[in-house]
C-alpha cells in the first residue's frame, strides 16, 4: 500500500460541482490501494476576496490579522471535502495547520516552514481515514497564524510529503503538466513529460506558473517525487524528479514569461563598499526576493542601483 499526497489548487475546488468531482478522484485513488493525504486551496477567487476586504478597511491592514483573515479560505475547502467524502462512506478528517504542529517562522504573509509534526496524520492514516490538510497556513512559535505566501500549498503538499515520506506528491491543476511554453501564448508549446528539479526550479522563478518556486526547491532537498497533472482529465501529467542520462541530451527545456515584476531604482547612491549590503539586506529580512540587479557606472562618486521584485511586493 503505498502513501500518496494530493494537492489540489483554487480552481479545481471553485464550486461544489468541481469539489464533489475532486472527491471522486480521491475515492479512485483510494481504491487503487493507496493512504491518501490531500492538500487544499481555497475555492479559487476567495483568497483575492478576502484581501479585498481587508484592504477595504484599511490602507496597510495588520499582517498577523490578515494572515487569520485569509488563512480560512483554506480551511473552508477542506471542511467542504471532508463532508463530501464522508457522505460517500469513506472516513475522513480535516487538519489545520495548528492542529498538525505545521511550525513557521514570524514573518507573516510569507512565513517559512520549520518543521512538521505528522504524529496525528499517521495515527488517522493508520486508522483507515482519508486525511484532509488545509493548505498555505502555518502556526509560529507564538501560536499565530501564519501564511507562507500566494500559491503555497504546493508548499505545504510537498513538505508533508517529504515529513511523511510519500511514494508521491501529485500536483492537480488547471493544466495537465509543464510546458516548454505558456501554451496560452504559444499554441505549439509541447507537453514535457519529464523534468529535472534544476530545470523545474529555473522555470518556476523565472515566471512558470505551475509551481511555486519553494515547492520545488523542497522537494528537490528531500527528493520528493513530483507529478504535476490535470484535475479536469485523467491525461498523464509531468514528473518532476532528479536528472537523469536522457535529460542532458536536451539543450533547452522551456522559455517563460513573468508578467509580474516591478522595477526600483535606488538614484544617487555613494559608490563605496558594503552599500548594496545596506540596501539588500532589509529586504531580504521582509522576505522579498530579488531578481535582477543592475549598476550604472559611478559617475563622481554616486550611481544609480536598479532592480526587480515581484509586483505583490512592492
Not at 493525504?37 to 477567487?45: F, K, L, T
Not at 498577523?64 to 463532508?83: F, K, M, P, Y
Not at 492542529?99 to 520549520?114: C, E, F, P, V, Y
Not at 519553494?214 to 532537498?221: G, I, K, M, T, Y
Amino acid at each position: 500500500m503505498g502513501l500518496v499526497v494530493q494537492k489540489y489548487g483554487g480552481t479545481s475546488v471553485g464550486s461544489i460541482d468541481r469539489i464533489k468531482a475532486v472527491a471522486d478522484r480521491v475515492v479512485r485513488a483510494r481504491d487503487g490501494g493507496n493512504r491518501i493525504v490531500v492538500v487544499v486551496s481555497a475555492m479559487a477567487g476567495e483568497t483575492n476576496r478576502l484581501f479585498k476586504l481587508a484592504s477595504e478597511l484599511s490602507q496597510s491592514p495588520n499582517a498577523r490579522e490578515t494572515d487569520v483573515l485569509v488563512a480560512t479560505g483554506e480551511q473552508v475547502s477542506a471542511a467542504l471535502l471532508a463532508i463530501r467524502l464522508q457522505s460517500m462512506g469513506h472516513p475522513t478528517v480535516s487538519f489545520l495547520a495548528f492542529q498538525m504542529n505545521l511550525t513557521t517562522d514570524s514573518n507573516h504573509g510569507r512565513a517559512r516552514i520549520k518543521s512538521v509534526q505528522c504524529d496525528r496524520v499517521m495515527r488517522s492514516l493508520d486508522d483507515g481515514k482519508i486525511v484532509v490538510v488545509a493548505g498555505y497556513q502555518g502556526v509560529n512559535p507564538d501560536g499565530d497564524i501564519t501564511t507562507l505566501g500566494r500559491g503555497a500549498s504546493d508548499l505545504t503538499a510537498v513538505a508533508l510529503a517529504a515529513a511523511l515520506k510519500a511514494d508521491a506528491c501529485e500536483i492537480y491543476t488547471d493544466v495537465d503538466g509543464v510546458y516548454t511554453a505558456d501554451p496560452n501564448v504559444c499554441p505549439k508549446a509541447k507537453k514535457l513529460g519529464r523534468i529535472s528539479y534544476d530545470e523545474m526550479l529555473e522555470m518556476a522563478g523565472l515566471g512558470a506558473k505551475v509551481l511555486q518556486t519553494r515547492s520545488v526547491e523542497l522537494a528537490r532537498r528531500y527528493n520528493v517525487p513530483l507529478v504535476v497533472r490535470s484535475s479536469f482529465s485523467e491525461v498523464e501529467g509531468t514528473w518532476v524528479g532528479q536528472e537523469d542520462q536522457s535529460m542532458e541530451d536536451v539543450l533547452v527545456s522551456g522559455v517563460t514569461l513573468d508578467q509580474n515584476q516591478s522595477k526600483i531604482t535606488v538614484a544617487g547612491v555613494e559608490d563605496r563598499p558594503g552599500l548594496a549590503a545596506k540596501i539588500f539586506s532589509p529586504i531580504a529580512d521582509a522576505g522579498i526576493v530579488v531578481d535582477m540587479i543592475i549598476q550604472n557606472a559611478s559617475a563622481d562618486g554616486r550611481t544609480d542601483m536598479t532592480f526587480t521584485i515581484g509586483r505583490e511586493d512592492l
